[in-house]
Nanobody, 126 residues
Protein backbone atom coordinates (compact mmCIF):
# COMPACT_ATOMS: atom_id res chain seq x y z
CA UNK A 1 0.00 0.00 0.00
CA UNK A 2 1.33 3.40 -1.01
CA UNK A 3 1.51 5.88 1.83
CA UNK A 4 2.81 9.41 2.31
CA UNK A 5 2.54 10.66 5.87
CA UNK A 6 3.31 14.27 6.72
CA UNK A 7 4.28 15.39 10.20
CA UNK A 8 5.83 18.37 11.93
CA UNK A 9 3.11 20.94 11.54
CA UNK A 10 1.95 23.12 14.41
CA UNK A 11 1.45 26.62 15.74
CA UNK A 12 4.38 29.01 15.50
CA UNK A 13 4.86 32.74 15.86
CA UNK A 14 5.71 34.91 12.89
CA UNK A 15 9.42 34.73 12.17
CA UNK A 16 9.67 31.22 13.54
CA UNK A 17 10.58 27.95 11.90
CA UNK A 18 9.21 24.47 11.42
CA UNK A 19 10.43 21.32 9.73
CA UNK A 20 7.89 19.15 7.97
CA UNK A 21 8.57 15.51 7.18
CA UNK A 22 7.00 13.28 4.56
CA UNK A 23 7.49 9.58 5.27
CA UNK A 24 6.91 7.39 2.22
CA UNK A 25 6.25 3.69 1.87
CA UNK A 26 4.85 1.26 -0.67
CA UNK A 27 6.81 2.50 -3.69
CA UNK A 28 10.41 3.08 -4.76
CA UNK A 29 10.91 6.48 -3.18
CA UNK A 30 14.23 7.18 -4.90
CA UNK A 31 12.55 6.97 -8.33
CA UNK A 32 9.97 9.65 -7.58
CA UNK A 33 10.07 13.42 -7.54
CA UNK A 34 8.67 14.98 -4.38
CA UNK A 35 6.47 18.02 -4.41
CA UNK A 36 5.17 20.15 -1.57
CA UNK A 37 1.87 21.97 -1.78
CA UNK A 38 -0.23 24.01 0.58
CA UNK A 39 -3.84 25.07 0.80
CA UNK A 40 -5.01 28.01 2.84
CA UNK A 41 -8.67 28.37 3.85
CA UNK A 42 -10.76 29.53 0.94
CA UNK A 43 -7.88 29.29 -1.51
CA UNK A 44 -6.77 26.82 -4.15
CA UNK A 45 -3.96 24.41 -3.46
CA UNK A 46 -0.62 25.99 -4.32
CA UNK A 47 2.56 24.24 -5.40
CA UNK A 48 5.50 25.56 -3.41
CA UNK A 49 8.45 23.26 -4.07
CA UNK A 50 9.60 20.34 -6.14
CA UNK A 51 12.65 18.13 -5.81
CA UNK A 52 13.58 15.77 -8.59
CA UNK A 53 14.62 12.16 -8.15
CA UNK A 54 18.18 11.29 -9.09
CA UNK A 55 19.93 14.65 -9.45
CA UNK A 56 17.94 16.32 -6.67
CA UNK A 57 17.27 19.60 -8.45
CA UNK A 58 14.98 21.87 -6.49
CA UNK A 59 12.42 24.39 -7.66
CA UNK A 60 10.47 26.86 -5.52
CA UNK A 61 7.46 29.09 -5.93
CA UNK A 62 8.22 32.79 -5.64
CA UNK A 63 6.13 32.98 -2.48
CA UNK A 64 8.56 30.77 -0.54
CA UNK A 65 11.90 31.06 -2.34
CA UNK A 66 14.65 32.07 0.07
CA UNK A 67 12.62 31.06 3.14
CA UNK A 68 11.75 27.39 2.58
CA UNK A 69 14.17 24.57 1.82
CA UNK A 70 13.25 21.14 0.56
CA UNK A 71 15.41 18.04 0.87
CA UNK A 72 15.13 14.27 0.84
CA UNK A 73 16.79 11.23 2.35
CA UNK A 74 16.29 8.29 0.03
CA UNK A 75 17.72 5.82 2.54
CA UNK A 76 15.02 6.87 5.00
CA UNK A 77 12.40 7.26 2.23
CA UNK A 78 11.54 10.64 3.67
CA UNK A 79 11.21 14.13 2.26
CA UNK A 80 11.57 17.32 4.25
CA UNK A 81 10.46 20.91 4.02
CA UNK A 82 12.23 23.42 6.24
CA UNK A 83 10.09 26.51 6.80
CA UNK A 84 11.94 29.61 8.00
CA UNK A 85 10.94 33.24 8.51
CA UNK A 86 7.31 32.18 8.66
CA UNK A 87 4.59 34.73 8.01
CA UNK A 88 0.89 34.65 8.92
CA UNK A 89 0.11 34.21 5.22
CA UNK A 90 1.98 30.89 5.31
CA UNK A 91 -0.86 29.47 7.39
CA UNK A 92 -2.23 26.47 5.48
CA UNK A 93 -2.47 22.72 5.33
CA UNK A 94 0.79 21.46 3.84
CA UNK A 95 0.87 18.36 1.66
CA UNK A 96 3.63 16.28 0.14
CA UNK A 97 3.13 14.41 -3.09
CA UNK A 98 5.12 12.06 -5.30
CA UNK A 99 5.32 11.68 -9.05
CA UNK A 100 7.53 9.85 -11.53
CA UNK A 101 9.01 11.34 -14.70
CA UNK A 102 7.27 14.69 -14.57
CA UNK A 103 8.10 17.40 -17.09
CA UNK A 104 9.44 20.59 -15.57
CA UNK A 105 6.48 22.65 -16.68
CA UNK A 106 4.17 20.63 -14.47
CA UNK A 107 6.13 20.71 -11.22
CA UNK A 108 3.63 23.00 -9.49
CA UNK A 109 0.57 21.33 -11.03
CA UNK A 110 -1.22 19.33 -8.34
CA UNK A 111 -3.13 17.38 -10.98
CA UNK A 112 0.09 15.81 -12.22
CA UNK A 113 1.05 13.91 -9.05
CA UNK A 114 0.51 10.20 -8.42
CA UNK A 115 0.47 9.95 -4.63
CA UNK A 116 -0.57 12.32 -1.85
CA UNK A 117 -0.28 12.57 1.89
CA UNK A 118 -3.09 13.58 4.20
CA UNK A 119 -1.62 16.98 5.04
CA UNK A 120 -0.35 18.69 8.17
CA UNK A 121 -1.60 22.02 9.52
CA UNK A 122 0.78 24.95 9.87
CA UNK A 123 -0.54 27.99 11.68
CA UNK A 124 1.52 31.16 11.98
CA UNK A 125 0.39 33.74 14.51
CA UNK A 126 1.18 37.43 14.16
Amino acid sequence: EVQLVESGGGLVQAGGSLTLSCAASGFIFADYDIGWFRQAPGKEREGISHMTAGDGKVYYADSVRGRFTTSRNNAKTTGYLQLNSLKPEDTAVYYCAAVKNLLVGYYMDDGAYDFWGQGTQVTVSS
